[in-house]
């Protein structure tokens, strides 16, 4: 286990907070940007972690018809970012249209993920609210065999995917891992959790945690406790 393979959610409301937040925990060097932050600061987060030498996670999560996937990728690519997500539900075609904008750049940095379920999904709201007739370990390989099949190079899982998915999809099938909590954290609003040592352990590549972290008195503190916490 390194440090890089522990992503911070930047999940605050404005450029300020956001920059705090970073000069509080220089140790991190992977920081994940979405939608709250996206929207409010536009692309001056992103040059900011650049300035700072420091790794993107683009979790904007496209969902859209293929030609907009496609442009929106291309417009991502112009930010230098490592990691951009796209909903698997959006489609093959929505999935090859981004994949070969990324290989036409020649940008070798960029890796996109397919959001194979959301973590806060659980079977129950799968089958009665989303009306999906598959168990959810099922539903959630099947959108990433798709997403590879694709040329996408990984996928957002919850940990308890993560050794299926690997055993089918490969080893080199980066798979991010949120719904990652420390063992005296709290679950919150995510459904499928583990803790950081058992993720790595199924053979998680990167862990998003957030609130452990940036909601507490003590960020740097929280920080340090999870790294020693999976060293042991």
């Known amino acids: 286990m390194n440090q890089d393979q522990i992503i911070v959610p930047l999940d605050v409301s404005d450029l300020d907070s956001a920059i705090a937040l970073i000069k509080l925990l220089p140790e991190v060097t992977f920081w994940k940007v979405g939608l ?10 992103l040059k900011f972690l650049k300035d700072e030498n420091k790794r993107i996670f683009l979790d904007l999560k496209f969902h859209d018809i293929p ?5 929106a990728t291309q417009s991502a690519l112009k930010h230098q970012v490592d990691l951009l997500t796209i909903h698997a539900t959006a489609g093959r075609e929505a999935l090859t249209a981004a ?3 990324v290989k036409n750049s020649g940008d070798t940095r960029l890796k996109l993920l397919a959001i194979s379920v959301l973590t806060s999904i659980n ?11 598959l168990e959810l370990p099922e539903y959630a390989l099947n959108n990433a065999l798709m997403a590879k099949e694709c040329g996408i190079d990984g996928a ?10 690997k055993e ?26 583990m803790t950081p040592k ?13 609130r452990p972290i940036t909601q507490t008195e003590n960020p740097a503190i929280a920080w340090s406790k999870i790294i020693e916490e999976i060293k042991t």
Do not use: M
Request: charged share 20%; aromatic share 6%.
């Open 156 to 165: 957002v899982c919850s940990p308890h995917e993560v050794l299926k998915l």
């Open 123 to 133: 079977t129950r709201q799968l089958a009665f609210d989303l009306k999906i007739p």
């Open 198 to 210: 058992q993720a790595l352990q199924q053979g998680a590549d990167y862990l998003v945690i957030g």
């Open 67 to 71: 030609n907009t996937v496609k442009s």
């Open 36 to 45: 709250e932050l996206f929207v409010a600061t536009g692309a001056d987060i």
């Open 168 to 193: 089918v999809c490969g080893k080199d099938f980066l798979l991010v891992c949120p719904g990652v909590r420390p063992i005296w954290a709290s679950a919150g609003d995510q459904k499928r959790i």
């Open 99 to 101: 994949k070969e904008v």
